[in-house]
């Protein structure tokens, strides 16, 4: 017997639980702690254990499974297509789902957007999208937002604003330089009421941190791991309109806000500003993995032949079931349902905030909403062990919520699209009692 087999011997799984193998074989050195669930289903915006306690899931997979989990619909679309053709390659071959998806993605994404490019993942997406803006541009740098976050990979990294997610992995790539978050709540520009300053200080960005080579802007129109952050109404227009003085481009990165999540199919439709690409992934699938960055056609047209691909990208089987997803939004009149939901749950946090002095700050838009906790309202001290414990307290009653943002104090509640109202209701009656029970310690 060699020494490998041996050692794999010493490692097989020998009875272990799925906690004991995950433990011991997944790589779980990178994450700050996995909740101690172990999920056996799903169904809507319920998850079960597999000792089948019941959850209500209020954070989706992070903002990933926005038309419920299992819909059946989405279920049958992507069996069909499974047992169909699983992989061909498609960029190899014509795939009719393929063609169907970006035919509809160009009817549902804002403007004049109109080619998709399809990869795997919503860094793959982002790093795409700065691909293509610098072979429309024939420029090199980016300008991006401090607390945005835009992936893991090493492009998608040099243009977020968050040492926490950057640390151990740098240097990164020179050319991008970082303007104020547009972050109303922690705002250090403007004294008093929104002048957008945040926005007026791109162009001193673009004067005197960059070289002028600016080919794109990257930004999420609303924040996510930064903490839900909404920028100020007349952000986006002011900013695009200082980009196309310049011939800088737009890049939304919608990954986390898009389908229907704020209310909007994509969020940056609030602000009435076309993107000129917008990255997409999460919630396009409903779970399966696709990504996906949508362009203007001259934009889209200007990578050269053999500059640009994906083996996996465009998965058949992700691009049934992100039509079917596509399919229930609109059937189901989710965007409307995300808009009613989203403002009913924001105003009863807004509630609990009133009666609950640890919360500084109530956001969002839709279902993505924030709830910002701090040691005092006055000097905003951020309480992320405070934030921890709301969250553990929440779980022990039967409810998953996130949590995030730069200072790890935000609690994040992005359910499912179709979280039904009673779900709502417990939600909200189990953060109260977690939010009493977190700051008596
Ligand atoms: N962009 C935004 C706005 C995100 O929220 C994320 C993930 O959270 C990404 C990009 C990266 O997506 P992925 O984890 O699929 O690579």
Not at 185 to 199: D, H, P, Q, V, W
Not at 361 to 367: A, P, Q, S
Not at 421 to 434: C, I, P, S, T
Request: some cysteine.
């Amino acid at each position: 017997m060699t020494q490998q087999t041996d050692s794999r011997q010493a490692l097989g799984d020998g009875g272990l639980s799925t906690s004991e193998k995950y433990r011991r074989f997944v790589n779980l050195s990178c994450v700050h702690g996995i909740e101690p669930l172990t999920i056996d289903r799903g169904q809507g915006a319920l998850l079960w254990t597999v000792d089948g306690k019941r959850y209500v899931d209020c954070f989706a997979g992070i903002a990933v499974v926005n038309a419920g989990h299992c819909d059946p619909r989405i279920v049958t679309a992507a069996r069909e297509q499974l047992e169909r053709m699983v992989h061909c390659g498609s960029y190899l071959y014509e795939v009719p789902v393929v063609a169907d998806l970006a035919a509809r993605l160009a009817e549902v994404t804002p403007g004049v957007l109109q080619k998709t490019f399809f990869c795997n993942s919503g860094a793959e997406a982002v790093e795409g999208a700065m691909r293509l803006a610098k072979a429309f541009t024939g420029r090199t740098e980016f300008i991006a937002l401090e607390l945005g976050f835009h992936g893991r990979t090493n492009a998608t990294l040099s243009v977020t604003g968050n040492r926490f997610r950057k640390q151990h992995g740098g240097p990164y790539l020179s050319g991008t330089a970082f303007a104020p978050a547009p972050h109303p709540y922690r705002c250090r520009l403007c004294s008093g009421s929104c002048t957008l300053a945040c926005a007026h200080a791109i162009e001193d960005v673009i004067d005197y941190h960059t070289s002028g080579d600016v080919a794109a802007f990257i930004a999420e129109p609303v924040m996510g791991e930064g903490g839900i952050i909404v920028p100020p109404d007349g952000y986006f227009e002011l900013v695009k309109s200082i980009l196309d003085d310049r011939g800088i481009l737009f890049i939304a990165d919608e990954v986390q806000s898009g389908f229907g999540r704020t209310g909007r199919m994509f969020a940056i439709e609030h602000y009435g500003v076309e993107p000129d690409i917008l990255a997409m992934a999460k919630g396009i699938a409903n779970g399966l993995p696709l990504g996906a960055f949508i362009a203007r056609p001259d934009v889209a047209d200007s990578f050269q032949p053999g500059e640009h691909l994906s083996t996996f990208g465009g998965n058949p089987v992700s691009c049934a079931a992100a039509l079917a997803t596509l399919a229930v939004i609109e059937e189901d009149h989710l965007l409307e349902r995300s808009e009613r939901l989203g403002a009913w749950l924001k105003g009863r946090c807004i509630d609990l905030q009133a009666r609950n002095p640890s919360i500084g700050d109530v956001r969002g838009r839709g279902l993505m909403v924030g709830i910002e906790m701090v040691h005092d309202r006055k000097t905003k001290e951020p309480a992320p062990e405070v934030a921890g414990r709301v969250k553990r307290a929440c779980r022990e009653r039967g409810l998953l919520i996130g949590v995030g943002g730069y200072f790890g104090n935000v609690l994040r509640l992005q359910p499912p699209l179709v979280v039904e109202q009673e779900q709502l209701d417990f939600a909200v009656e189990v953060m109260e009692e977690a939010l009493e029970t977190a700051r008596q310690g």
